[in-house]
């Protein structure tokens, strides 16, 4: 009776993880056919997400979707020396923050200021239009952080 019981909760175990495996595969499946490989893995490898405990400037903003963004950044010598993103929102607010914070590491504040929404969107090879909203809040967030800065 207990190999019959291991055996029917193997079964489950088996059915379950198959299960498990069929809908990442149908999400993945999804996720190519929405976004660019590089929005893909800026939000499944976000190397700037966090907030920098004494930034030299911050802004947070939420946008008209419901997500949030903030940019924490160090500043050195009109030099951003780092900056990190935190957002509670979609993959796509993840991509353009964390494709933004990198973007922006050794550059002028000014040539930060004049990075555009567009210019963004290229670096993450295209974002579906019901995402474009997410670039402008990683743009919007940025600008303002550095701007209350300079």
Same mark, same amino acid.
């Given at each position: 009776?207990?190999?019959?019981?291991?055996?029917? !909760?193997?079964?489950? $175990?088996?059915?379950?993880?198959? =299960? %498990? $495996?069929?809908?990442?595969? @149908?999400?993945?499946?999804? +996720? *190519?056919?929405?976004?660019?490989? @590089? /929005?893909?893995?800026?939000?499944?490898?976000?190397?700037?997400?966090? /907030?920098? +405990?004494?930034?030299?400037?911050?802004?947070? %903003?939420?946008?008209?979707?419901?997500?949030?963004? *903030? %940019?924490? /950044?160090?500043?050195?010598? $009109?030099?951003? *020396?780092?900056?990190?993103?935190?957002?509670?929102?979609?993959?796509?607010?993840?991509?353009?923050?964390?494709?933004?914070?990198?973007?922006?590491?050794? @550059?002028? /504040?000014? +040539?930060?200021?004049?990075?555009?929404?567009?210019? =963004? %969107?290229?670096?993450? !090879?295209?974002?579906?239009? +019901?995402?474009?909203?997410?670039?402008?809040?990683?743009?919007?967030? =940025? $600008?303002?952080?550095?701007?209350? @800065?300079?």
């Amino acid at each position: 009776m207990d190999q019959n019981r291991k055996n029917i !909760d193997k079964m489950k $175990n088996k059915n379950f993880e198959d =299960l %498990i $495996n069929e809908i990442k595969r @149908k999400i993945q499946s999804e +996720e *190519k056919r929405i976004y660019s490989e @590089k /929005v893909i893995y800026e939000y499944r490898n976000p190397t700037n997400f966090g /907030v920098i +405990e004494k930034p030299d400037t911050a802004a947070l %903003i939420k946008g008209p979707c419901g997500d949030t963004m *903030k %940019i924490t /950044v160090i500043i050195e010598n $009109n030099i951003i *020396k780092k900056a990190c993103f935190w957002t509670d929102g979609c993959g796509a607010t993840i991509a353009c923050g964390n494709m933004i914070t990198k973007m922006i590491k050794d @550059k002028k /504040v000014e +040539e930060a200021l004049n990075i555009s929404k567009n210019d =963004l %969107i290229k670096a993450l !090879d295209g974002l579906p239009n +019901e995402h474009l909203h997410c670039a402008k809040l990683a743009i919007d967030t =940025l $600008n303002m952080a550095l701007l209350k @800065k300079y």
